[in-house]
């Protein structure tokens, strides 16, 4: 039998649509740029100052681990009914809805998916947004005043940073955050921040070469890549790109050792440059909503180097907690804690997916990622880092 | 210009049809019961939603009765809505065999590919009457039951009514066009065969399991290829400012789908023995 030229069509579209799906990516790779070596990117990127941008960055973490469904959309109540009305037989299939908390908002930050839309005028204006299903997180710095909005549960929090702070002791303050911020590895929703913390993990222990010139967001940008010599580093290599033009860092993706694909990646999806309407960041929150302020005494030096507003939160949260310390340098260096800290919901440590997460070795538990390894001692003391379970274990002795 | 008069008459004969139909005027009716309902229901309950207690929206409807229209879109969304394209769309080719008409209309000097093209047309049409008797009949029993005012978008900026009105046009369009790439599915489903129902069915059934696999994490690399995969990404339209990525990335993965499967209806169309 003879087939009918009429067929055609409905080979050659579906061939036209995978032909386009293949090409568009590979043309967007396709840049040259001047060639500069490691040491002149990394100045671009320091000499970076870009005041005025918007754009929307994408975070995606794949850590080897199933990501904890926060659902959004289903909330306590519902889950008590579901329990309620389902057979006994079917009661592991009730969502488990953990408490949400500083904490486990942090986790839920760390694992899956974000979009967030960003805007920054000046040094002192900026709004971020967490694009969420149905919902969004906001929060936006205006001068000195402060405001975060949950649109699901309707709060605001709102408060001023007070300017006439002494600025030594804002120093100290600012600098005290952001080391306990980086050492559990929060402020993940800035390319640059990342970037930054990267660059200054660069020393004699780590190699560093530029990559291809790519494209990201649009744009031509170096690669910088960044690979620690220490074996008992989880991390493979970070890969840091850097906008060509502005120095921007618009990307960067780090690889573990435990597997071929990125296991964090956080990048402008888009960008442009210029001037944003100045109306954007004013806010008022709208009528219903709770608005707490906050003393801005908990919160000094914050808003400038905030991306998201949990580091704020877990600082008040952890403000009484025993303070991490850090064991060894560079790439190896290790997050030490007395005691796992109050505020691990016990609903999560009792969920049959975090247990099953948990391995057993001589001495205590390990929970084991991609990026991250923790180990939870017998005594009850907690050690974790980017680095190898034989090499945390060695440190806990 | 003949070709042209005769594409528009065919066009206009084929939307009185429609709107002639009990059958299509039942289903706007039953898709504008969805928010009276849901207003009826919330407006009758004492007992006050707290923020993001039921589904998103739901606890905003008292405060703001032009609400209600997005809380049934987003109700609709899952089966109503795919479930009436369905019937729409499955009736097009098959529903004109199964009542021995389509010989005639294809008698006269119609082509099959026209006929194809204005049957499609019209189940767009459909679409946007469906999605815009959603958001009216949502307004209209909101601004009775409920005070309406400036809506309070997702980010917690606040826009005049006017242009809460021009959001909820522009959400009606926008689940439109979510709707179109099923419509194309089931305009082919009805080339397949002479039994409106089981084309129906089998779009109807379509929509389902493509939902079902966009919540497998296990199948992320499948999602964004998935015709129901923007589908409440509507909620991009209610951003401050207006997020208008998801509605690119949502027209092109529809018109993907409209360009393949009406590639395959035309083929098959074409291709087929006209019996009855």
């Known amino acids: 039998m003879r087939i009918s030229k009429r067929w055609i069509p409905s080979v050659a579209v579906p061939a036209v649509i995978a032909l386009g799906a293949v090409a568009v990516p590979l043309q967007a790779n396709a840049v040259d740029l001047p060639d500069l070596s490691a040491s002149e990117v990394m100045v671009l990127m320091q000499k970076s100052e870009v005041l005025e941008f918007s754009g929307t960055i994408v975070k995606v973490s794949d850590m080897g681990i199933p990501s904890l469904e926060f659902s959004s959309m289903v909330s306590e109540d519902m889950a008590d009914e579901m329990a309620e009305k389902m057979p006994a037989e079917f009661a592991d299939f009730v969502p488990a809805v953990i408490e949400s908390n500083a904490l486990t908002q942090a986790m839920e930050l760390v694992s899956g998916t974000h979009n967030v839309r960003v805007y920054v005028s000046g040094q002192d204006k900026m709004r971020a947004q967490i694009l969420d299903p149905m919902s969004q997180r906001d929060l936006i710095v205006n001068g000195d005043e402060f405001w975060i909005y949950d649109a699901k549960t309707a709060t605001a929090s709102t408060g001023t940073i007070d300017m006439e702070i002494d600025p030594a002791k804002q120093a100290t303050a600012e600098k005290e955050v952001l080391d306990y911020a980086e050492s559990i590895a929060l402020d993940l929703s800035s390319p640059e921040a990342i970037a930054n913390y990267l660059v200054d993990m660069i020393d004699e222990t780590s190699t560093v070469e530029v990559g291809k010139d790519h494209s990201v967001a649009g744009r031509s940008a170096y690669q910088l890549l960044i690979s620690p010599d220490a074996d008992a580093s989880l991390v493979e290599r970070a890969e840091i790109s850097v906008d060509s033009e502005t120095g921007l860092p618009l990307r960067v993706e780090i690889y573990s050792t435990q597997q071929s694909e990125a296991a964090f990646s956080v990048g402008f999806e888009s960008i442009s440059f210029g001037p944003i309407d100045a109306s954007l960041f004013e806010f008022a929150p709208p009528a219903g909503t709770v608005v707490t302020t906050l003393d801005s005494s908990d919160l000094e030096g914050y808003a400038d180097k905030d991306s998201s507003n949990l580091e704020a939160e877990l600082e008040a949260t952890f403000k009484d907690a025993a303070k991490p310390q850090v064991i060894g340098e560079d790439w190896r260096s290790v997050v030490y804690l007395p005691a796992l800290p109050a505020d691990v919901p016990a609903e999560l440590m009792a969920t049959e997916l975090f247990a099953d997460m948990l391995t057993e070795v001589p001495g205590g538990k390990v929970f084991s990622s991609a990026l991250v390894n923790v180990l939870l001692t017998d005594s009850g003391e907690v050690y974790m880092g980017a680095v190898t379970i034989e090499y945390l274990l060695s440190v806990s002795k | ?276």
């Open chain 2, 1 to 276: 210009m003949f070709a042209k008069s005769l594409s528009l008459s065919l066009m206009r004969s084929e939307l009185r049809v429609m709107f002639t139909r009990r059958r299509t005027w039942a289903m706007l009716a039953a898709i504008a019961l969805i928010p009276i309902l849901l207003a009826v229901a919330v407006a009758l309950t004492t007992e006050q939603l707290a923020p993001g207690e039921g589904p998103p929206f739901l606890d905003r409807v008292t405060q703001n009765g032009l609400f209600t229209g997005f809380t049934a879109t987003l109700l609709a969304l899952p089966l109503f809505l795919p479930l009436t394209m369905a019937v729409v769309a499955g009736d097009t080719i098959a529903g004109e065999a199964s009542l021995g008409t389509l010989r005639y209309l294809l008698i006269a000097p119609v082509g099959r590919l026209r006929l194809l093209v204005v049957k499609y047309l019209g189940t767009i049409v459909f679409a946007l009457a469906g999605t815009f008797t959603l958001m009216l009949a949502g307004g209209i029993i909101g601004a009775i039951l409920f005070p309406i005012g400036p809506v309070t978008l997702l980010s917690g900026d606040q826009i005049s009514l006017a242009e809460s009105i021009g959001r909820m046009a522009l959400v009606a369009i926008y689940t439109a066009i979510s709707m179109s790439g099923l419509l194309a599915i089931g305009l082919f489903v009805s080339t397949l065969t002479t039994v409106p129902v089981g084309a129906m069915a089998a779009t109807v059934v379509l929509a389902g399991v493509s939902q079902i696999l966009d919540n497998l994490p296990q199948l992320s690399w499948l999602h964004e290829w998935l015709f129901t995969h923007y589908w409440l990404s509507f909620a991009d339209l209610l951003r401050q400012p207006i997020e208008l990525g998801s509605l690119a990335s949502n027209s092109l993965l529809q018109l993907g789908y409209i360009a393949v499967f009406g590639a395959l209806a035309y083929s098959r169309f074409t291709t087929k023995d006209i019996l009855s």
